[in-house]
């Protein structure tokens, strides 16, 4: 007891300590996050990130799968999952004429999965919610007119920078060996502030600035079920459905304005809500080797206030296809051992400009798998650590004017740690 004591103090003091170094970090830098939230994470993992970002209906006790936390009942009754991930990004900006390139890495999370009983799992950690990142001008030139003789040139600056995180908790229970449910429960803070200001090449014309600002402090909760069905001995399909509660947040939020020397500041009540979030996905699993999923996430943004407005944001669509390929199980050899990853997905986000859907985005992602052996446990089995690799492309395609194209590839890097804490060792 002392010493699974001392491994969960461990445990909680990095925890807390990737805490910090993921709030400081800011992995977004695009001109469409100064819409609405900024950038919302999919709370995918190593795994989820190589195949679309499926995991609805995905059970797998070798990895931890935070989409779903009916899941967690999966986790082997021997081991403790801990994983980190990381991930490193180059994006393109262009509007049809102009290129601009912007790259940035992030300490992307931390999760770390065990047993509490039979069927009974619970996982810990940290994610992103979403980030706000951007900065960029624009001129325009204003002809002469009855308020100034000559022409003038205007500058307006754009900027943003913040973001929301997550502490969470979840647990996953086998109601039956088919039937599991779960809850994740997450602490969700941060804040964010965007400011446009203007300035004129004519001195006697004023100076103008906004800035709208919020802090946020709440709870959220997400339920899931999963339902497994065999079909004799090397068939297996998973059912599976997910829930997000949408509610008012708790926030503090304000609307600032300037005119040269002149300040007002309005605080904003109610200001914004969280929407309701569905999913459903489905996996079938081929012999243990061939995994195929698809999810479908709904998430009721149109339905929210946000800086005290409804209809500022639309609902966001997700379509998600994965692929899984584990040659050998039993792990015969090296290569055979590598689980071969691929997926696709098609989003449609929540951002409006100009009272329109501001654009399409599409996604496809390839990864792999390494095991990494560790030890032979005291029931005679192995037990694996994994380093998962993946690279996604990702391309945001504008259906309104003005909003430009975004091109991403993106480097995610993720590492799984199975430790064998939970069984006796033998005294010889």
């Not at 986790?75 to 991930?85: C, I, Y």
């Not at 996604?392 to 309104?400: C, L, S």
Request: with cysteine; net charge positive; glycine share 12%.
């Amino acid at each position: 007891m002392i010493q699974y004591s001392k491994r969960f103090g461990a445990i909680l003091f990095m925890l807390l300590t990737v805490l910090g170094v993921v709030v400081a970090q800011n992995g977004m830098n695009s001109p469409l996050t100064r819409y609405g939230f900024g950038q919302f994470s999919d709370q995918n993992l190593g795994g989820n990130k190589a195949m679309g970002g499926i995991g609805i209906g995905l059970r797998d006790g070798s990895q931890i799968n935070v989409s779903n936390p009916a899941s967690y009942s999966d986790v082997d009754s021997l081991t403790f999952l801990f994983e980190v991930g990381m991930s490193l990004q180059n994006a393109n900006f262009s509007d049809g004429t102009n290129k601009l390139n912007a790259k940035n890495s992030s300490f992307d999370y931390l999760a770390m999965q065990f047993r509490l009983a039979k069927r009974f799992g619970m996982t810990l950690g940290v994610l992103p919610y979403s980030s706000v990142g951007y900065k960029f001008t624009s001129t325009e030139t204003l002809p002469a007119g009855s308020e100034w003789s000559d022409e003038v040139t205007a500058t307006r600056s754009y900027a943003g920078e913040g973001g929301l995180h997550q502490v969470f908790a979840g647990v996953g229970y086998g109601i039956t060996p088919r039937l599991s449910v779960g809850l994740n429960a997450a602490y969700l803070f941060g804040n964010f502030q965007h400011q446009v200001s203007a300035s004129f090449s004519d001195a006697n014309m004023y100076s103008l600035a906004r800035t709208y600002y919020a802090e946020i402090s709440d709870f959220t909760l997400d339920f899931g079920a999963q339902y497994t069905m065999n079909f004799g001995k090397k068939h297996k399909a998973t059912l599976g459905a997910t829930y997000s509660w949408g509610h008012d947040l708790n926030a503090t939020e304000a609307y600032i304005s300037e005119k040269s020397s002149i300040d007002s500041v309005r605080n904003i009540s109610n200001a914004f809500q969280l929407p309701h979030a569905f999913g459903v996905g489905a996996t079938y699993v081929y012999d243990e080797k061939l995994t195929v999923g698809a999810d479908v996430k709904l998430q009721k943004f149109g339905d929210v206030r946000y800086f005290g407005e409804e209809g500022k944001l639309a609902d966001r669509v997700k379509y998600s296809l994965g692929v899984q390929y584990l040659p050998d199980p039993m792990g015969a050899s090296f290569l055979k051992s590598l689980k071969y990853r691929f997926g696709a997905y098609y989003s449609k986000p929540y951002v409006k400009v100009n009272g329109q859907e501001a654009a399409r985005e599409y996604g496809v992602s390839l990864g792999v798998a390494c095991p990494i052996f560790t030890r032979w446990n005291t029931l005679g089995g192995r037990q694996f650590s994994i380093v998962s690799v993946s690279g996604e492309w990702v391309k945001v395609d504008p259906k309104v004017e003005g909003v430009l194209t975004e091109n991403y590839l993106r480097l995610s890097i993720g590492l799984t740690f199975n430790q064998g804490w939970f069984y006796k060792q033998k005294v010889r």
